[in-house]
């Protein structure tokens, strides 16, 4: 009870820093939470989505005449496999909505009976209630008629499409035109993250539509129209994982040699959910390095407490209080102050859980399940007490070594240590030169302070090398994604395009920096199903950072997780198939891109002919589908689009872009990368300034009540509040610019680590940063004048100090 | 005719504890005047530190007026002064002697002189540290004076804090019983440091319930139940007549003293 009495006097007197701790957890809890229960709601919708779609482990896609008896039969016959499911399918290209294209196609099915349909506000289903995984019979009224569409819920922001908005696509020549009925959630490929998608139309459309498009293949050049789509379901004996039990499958069957493309489970889960993983890695690490700093403060106040409290602790001590008694005194204060921000934090966490699982389902199409986090809740709130506990316990062993007699006679070495480093008082800045004393005289008061900013500024120089590093050109090519100011695709199979062509107009307005010209296939290597990026012009632009580009036709470079999958590396001979053509290639280069978030392998156009049927019929650069140009003059794209067009009209779609409008809505890469990016600078920076904010209030209240005595003297000399106020800024503000020299060199030697860890969860392990130091000064100004400010602030209460304190009645 | 430099009128100071007022000075009526050495004082709890405190401006009187005759045309009322202006006065007009010296902990005994001076405007900065050299060497500081407070005694502790005190020339100085925390050697040396600014010109105002500390004084107020009841002119402590001799000796004071004392129930 007495124990009791203590904190709760503790706790009057301290408020402030009551209620500091009490913001930092709260903070921690938040972050923490929701990222945890974004990623478990996510990981569950997930499994409920595969479940309910129930269409098992392997989406395949066979185009027309590929998936024959024999294919068939070494399916079922493998003991991997416990079904197969078969669905004839066309496919749609040239996609249009809302005056926006796609230049991937779509396998059009006739709709499943097993696909939840969102209803009109996308907060559930019309066929499948609550958290139920068993799916009902669709209402008439949601049923597609002739000429309506359910597109996956992921198209919805790509188009920003609603019900009643028309989408056309072209079927082998004939162009229709279908409304949008809704939208449905689809478990393999239903993110917009993923280029390829299954739409739906009416069973009865359907069939008229595949016999008219089947009736229309003339020759191997128009089997793309059309083909099977077959799910897999795997056996009890496939005890390993999809991935692995994929490429067992495909060395068995060759079925994802023949598949002109595949989507297993494991790889839906990890491309959909890619985003909220990183996001969560992102800001765990940062929950954690809050934490860091929680504890350090933590400490901090704890000794300036023992030492402000010093007397009083021997008084305790006479009165029969044991150390233990103290500590847990102590204990009690801070797991309070700790246990009331983490049920903040956690009642806040719920509606922001919510907030963010809602902007990661335009993302993932998969609607987000919306269980409270009891179980991690409860976990972290033992992981946070046991950590502070210890910490705690480890902190107050020196009062110990408090006696009362020691205390009461205030035989505690003085606050202040010996003068040897203290800085010289002038009148010149007398202000600043006292605030620069109060620091040398009493250094080790600063530590904590100058170690939590100078995280705090690390952080945020970080995320802005990490803003400058997605924005910068060489970044960009350096990650396989160069920036390309003209880019250009033929409409359709059937038009008669020369590349040499349009680089002869571009070469008319500007010169030309580099070409990106390619095409994404899916080739499997060492049986593991791969995407292969055929290159036409390797060695320009070129992302290899190991080794070499690709020289000669025998010649592949892969990218470091091909590398660690496979277990190979520079100067390995792989086999690479793609259906029943195999060709022996020799690695000769490690490579980076972000398609298929780094899964990939490259090879040049003589290297790819070696896997057509006919090898001696050569691939050519004007049979590639991605053409990008990257151009001196940024400016001359209208000029060159406008020639292009007059040559070729409709036939060959164009767009360019200037490089400063790269973050822009309608710049080349969309602007949700650069929202999110920024979106999490944002975030960094504002939680880092809360953390900053509270950190300043937090060391300042101490500073003032260590320091009271001497401000009342100061005032008593003739010092004005504000002048006393100014020197708590400059203090603060001396300790930022000291942090953040300190963050500058911490983050030349590990921002770029750091962030390399990051891209690498894009595929992107190798970055090449640009120090450029704007992302250095900036930190450290903005903090320098933010502490200035806070540090002012918070003196506040110099204004209550009175020179009447000094005065002994 | 003395000039008068402080004047209290009907001052009042009450202290509310728990609701329960508690008066601590009741129309206190005094006048300050310039080359004065005045001594307050009084018993414990007779509110002596509380009028010193209100003289100065250190604390604001509940009711009537502590009127400062500075350079200023017009005298000026401490009572409704802003804290701006009572802080350009501290610096200027007022130096002030705490019990506690009250030395600012991580300044060198030459800084805490030092930073006071820098506080005033009519110097510039090598004036002030000539005059703190000169004030420290003086008492006697010269070799401590690059030390922390703490690494003195009481004695050189507060004869610094004296030094602070009038760094500035001021117009008057407080002294809160100065020698109250020193043992017998050190408060003579205050004593005599503080008579020897006396004899300067120094205008001083001290409380103290040290007899030997009030018979440097001239003039004595005494202070009971927050009133003054009493009132003593002596001559200048030491003061000495054409021929050198001292025209008034220390035991004759002390008899004088002492007999006023008693007719006050000291």
Not at chain 1, 13 to 26: D, V
Not at chain 1, 637 to 643: N, T, V
Not at chain 2, 43 to 69: I, P
């Amino acid at each position: 009870m007495e124990i009791f009495t203590l904190v709760k006097a503790e706790i009057r007197n301290r408020k402030g820093i009551f209620f500091g701790f009490m913001l930092l957890t709260a903070l921690i809890v938040v972050s923490t939470m929701t990222m945890l229960g974004v990623n478990k709601n996510y990981d569950d919708a997930m499994d409920r989505a595969f479940k309910v779609e129930d269409k098992g482990e392997l989406f395949t896609y066979f185009r027309y005449g590929v998936y024959t008896n024999e294919m068939r039969a070494r399916l079922k016959g493998s003991e991997l496999v416990d079904k197969v499911e078969e669905y004839p399918e066309i496919t749609g290209a040239n996609i249009k909505c809302n005056g926006k294209s796609d230049g991937n196609g779509y396998y059009v099915l006739a709709m499943f009976d097993t696909l939840p349909v969102y209803n009109e506000s996308a907060d559930g289903f019309v066929n499948l209630k609550g958290n139920s995984e068993t799916i009902e019979p669709l209402p008439q009224e949601n049923r597609l008629k002739k000429g309506e569409i359910y597109l996956p819920y992921g198209l919805k922001s790509n188009y920003n499409a609603k019900p009643g908005d028309k989408i056309s696509m072209e079927f082998l020549g004939e162009t229709r035109e279908f409304t949008i009925k809704g939208f449905v959630q689809e478990a393999f490929m239903g993110t917009n993250i993923m280029g390829y998608k299954t739409v739906f139309i009416s069973p009865e459309e359907f069939t008229e539509l595949r016999e008219a498009v089947v009736g229309r293949i003339e020759s191997d050049s128009d089997i793309w129209s059309s083909g099977e789509v077959v799910y897999v379901f795997f056996s009890d004996k496939a005890d390993d994982s999809v991935l692995v039990t994929l490429r067992k499958l495909n060395l068995e069957t060759k079925v994802a040699d023949l598949a002109w493309a595949n989507a297993d489970r494991e790889s839906s889960e990890h491309y959909t959910g890619m985003f909220i993983k990183i996001i969560l890695a992102v800001v765990t690490g940062f929950g954690v390095l809050l934490f860091i700093i929680f504890l350090i403060i933590a400490g901090h106040n704890i000794s300036t407490e023992m030492d402000i409290d010093y007397v009083n602790l021997g008084i305790l001590k006479s009165q029969g209080f044991t150390d233990k008694m103290i500590r847990r005194m102590y204990m009690l204060e801070y797991l309070v102050s700790e246990m009331i921000g983490i049920l903040i934090g956690m009642i806040a966490s719920v509606p922001v859980e919510r907030i963010m699982s809602r902007l990661f389902f335009s993302m993932t199409g998969i609607l987000p399940m919306h269980n409270m986090m009891i179980v991690y809740g409860l976990l972290l709130c033992a992981i946070l007490f046991f950590v502070t506990a210890l910490y705690i316990r480890i902190f107050t062993r020196r009062i110990a070594k408090v006696t009362p007699v020691k205390a009461i006679t205030n035989g505690k070495d003085d606050f202040y240590f010996s003068n040897r480093c203290n800085a010289p008082i002038t009148k010149r800045g007398l202000m600043f030169s006292l605030g620069l004393r109060q620091i040398t005289s009493a250094p080790k008061r600063y530590i904590s302070i100058t170690l939590v900013t100078t995280l705090l500024i690390f952080m945020v120089i970080t995320s802005q090398l990490m803003s400058g590093f997605i924005r910068s050109k060489d970044a960009l090519a350096s990650m396989g994604e160069p920036f390309c100011e003209i880019n250009f695709a033929p409409v359709g199979s059937e038009v008669d395009f020369h590349v040499k062509d349009i680089e002869d107009i571009v070469l008319k307005y500007t010169k030309i920096r580099g070409r990106m010209y390619k095409t994404h296939l899916y080739v499997s290597i060492n049986g593991e199903n791969t995407l292969v990026q055929i290159k036409g012009y390797p060695d320009e632009l070129s992302s290899v950072y190991r080794g070499r580009e690709i020289k000669y036709d025998n010649e592949i470079v892969i990218t470091e997780q091909i590398a660690k999958l496979l277990g190979i590396d520079m100067g390995d001979t792989v086999t690479v198939a793609r259906g029943d053509i195999s060709a022996e290639y020799v690695v000769v280069g490690i490579y980076q891109t972000m398609n298929d978030v780094g899964k990939a392998i490259s090879m040049s156009l003589d290297g790819f002919s070696r896997l057509r049927k006919d090898t001696t019929e050569k691939y050519t650069v004007d049979m590639l589908n991605m053409y990008g140009i990257s151009v001196e003059d940024e400016d001359a794209g209208p000029k060159i689009k406008e020639e292009v067009k007059e040559k070729y009209g409709d036939d060959v779609a164009i767009e360019t872009y200037k490089y400063s409008d790269i973050d822009k809505s309608d710049g080349p890469n969309g602007s949700e990368f650069y929202t999110a990016a920024d979106g999490s600078g944002y975030l960094i920076y504002a939680l880092t300034f809360i953390f900053a904010l509270v950190t300043v209030i937090m060391i300042c209240a101490k500073t003032f009540i260590q320091e009271r005595r001497d401000i009342a003297i100061t005032k008593a000399m003739g010092m004005k509040a504000s002048s006393i106020r100014l020197q708590f800024a400059l203090r603060f503000a001396l300790i930022a610019l000291i942090s953040g020299l300190i963050a500058c060199g911490i983050g030349r030697c590990l921002s770029h680590r750091l962030l390399a860890l990051i891209f690498s969860l894009f595929g992107a392990p190798h970055i090449v940063l640009t120090y450029n130091p704007a992302a250095f000064i900036v930190p450290v100004l903005v903090f320098t004048v933010c502490y200035m400010l806070f540090g002012y602030m918070s003196a506040r209460k110099v204004k209550r100090v009175s020179p009447r304190e000094l005065i002994m009645e | 005719m003395k000039k008068t430099i402080l004047s209290a009128k009907n001052v009042q100071k009450t202290f509310s504890d728990n609701g329960v007022q508690v008066h601590v000075l009741s129309n206190v009526n005094a006048e300050i005047y310039a080359g004065d050495f005045t001594v307050i004082m009084g018993a414990s709890g007779s509110g002596k530190s509380t009028l010193l405190y209100a003289l100065s401006g250190m604390d604001k009187a509940t009711a009537g007026e502590v009127l400062f005759y500075g350079e200023e045309d017009a005298p000026v009322d401490l009572t409704t002064l802003k804290e701006t202006k009572l802080a350009a006065l501290r610096v200027r007009d007022f130096g002030f002697v705490f019990q506690q010296m009250h030395l600012v902990s991580n300044l060198t005994l030459f800084e805490n002189v030092a930073v006071t001076g820098y506080l005033d405007k009519r110097k510039s900065a090598s004036e002030t540290r000539a005059k703190a050299e000169e004030l420290l060497d003086r008492v006697g500081l010269k070799e401590v004076k690059t030390h922390l407070p703490a690494r003195v005694s009481g004695g050189e502790q507060q004869r610094c804090a004296i030094v602070r005190a009038v760094i500035n020339s001021p117009t008057l100085l407080f002294a809160d019983e100065p020698t109250g925390a020193l043992n017998r050697n050190n408060t003579k040396e205050v004593l005599n440091l503080l008579t020897e600014l006396n004899d300067g010109g120094q205008s001083i105002v001290m409380v103290t319930h040290d007899i030997k500390a009030a018979l440097r004084a001239n003039r004595l107020l005494y202070l009971e139940d927050g009133n003054i009841v009493g009132e003593l002119e002596l001559t200048k402590y030491g003061e000495t007549d054409a021929g050198g001799e001292k025209i008034q000796s220390d035991k004759a004071r002390e008899a004088q003293v002492n007999a006023w004392l008693e007719s006050l129930d000291w």
